[in-house]
């Protein structure tokens, strides 16, 4: 449904168009980071806690685009740091994601909720909602600007799935149409601080292909050397990890695209 002209979706906060509508965008690696922040080029580098974050100006948007690491315990964490010290009007959890429905590398999934997962028993309790209003407008901006794009439930996971048949797994047990290790945790923390919540990502992977190693391995520097060793092992390691090098530039891309129409058409 079409919105009232001079009122933007976050409207239910009382906030105008012509006001300054603050928005934050948490990411978690250096990759999706740095695709995000092309949308502020001449933002300002700052860090909340130990958040790396740049802060800018776009439109009537103040928005900040920060960096949490991998994992819900850091992504929680940062997200408090943050929001301890910049308050903001929306919350916004993006990068890239495990598509657990049939769909296109580089298509864009707007999350209506979200869940944590619980190893091998489905989706765990503690269930949290979008905001309505931004799901809508997200999936407005995103077929205005030409990209494919999705809504329904994520879930979020506390290691990386990487075989197809995991995948499939997850997606029979919980019905999501997309899997990340983040947004769950910054849901939470971002309902602490009652900040509305959104989740837009964009499709790295797709449900029916292994990835190219268990990079499970890479996640705290005590495994490194065994994923180095994991590498080198894997013939087919090379091909596989270039051909996921593409599919992460093609989402991320669109999701550069999809972020300058998001955040033009919110204020």
Request: proline share 4%; aromatic share 6%.
């Amino acid at each position: 449904m079409q919105e009232a002209p001079g009122i933007h979706p976050l409207a239910g906060k009382g906030q105008r168009s012509g006001a300054i509508l603050r928005v934050a965008i948490f990411t978690a690696t250096r990759w999706e980071y740095a695709a995000v922040r092309r949308i502020v080029p001449d933002g300002r580098a700052h860090r909340y806690g130990g958040v790396r974050c740049i802060v800018g100006r776009r439109g009537r948007c103040e928005v900040v685009v920060a960096r949490t690491g991998v994992g819900p315990e850091r992504a929680a964490a940062a997200c408090r740091d943050v929001l301890r010290e910049h308050p903001v009007d929306l919350a916004v959890s993006a990068g890239l994601a495990c598509a657990l429905v049939s769909a296109h590398v580089g298509d864009l999934l707007v999350g209506t909720d979200v869940r944590m997962e619980t190893d091998g028993h489905g989706a765990a309790p503690g269930q949290r909602a979008c905001a309505d209003d931004i799901v809508r407008a997200a999936a407005r901006a995103a077929e205005r600007a030409g990209l494919p794009v999705r809504t329904g439930s994520f879930v979020t996971a506390r290691r990386i799935l990487w075989q197809s048949a995991e995948k499939q797994a997850m997606a029979e047990r919980t019905g999501a149409i997309g899997l990340d290790m983040e947004s769950a945790a910054l849901a939470e923390a971002a309902a602490e601080r009652q900040v509305p919540f959104a989740i837009i990502r964009g499709v790295s992977d797709l449900v029916d292909e292994n990835l190219p190693m268990d990079f499970n391995l890479f996640l705290t520097p005590a495994d490194w050397l065994t994923g180095l060793a994991a590498c080198v092992a894997a013939p087919s390691f090379v091909g596989g990890f270039l051909r996921l090098r593409r599919q992460m530039r093609t989402a991320s891309d669109r999701m550069s695209r999809f972020f300058e129409r998001f955040v033009d058409e919110l204020a």
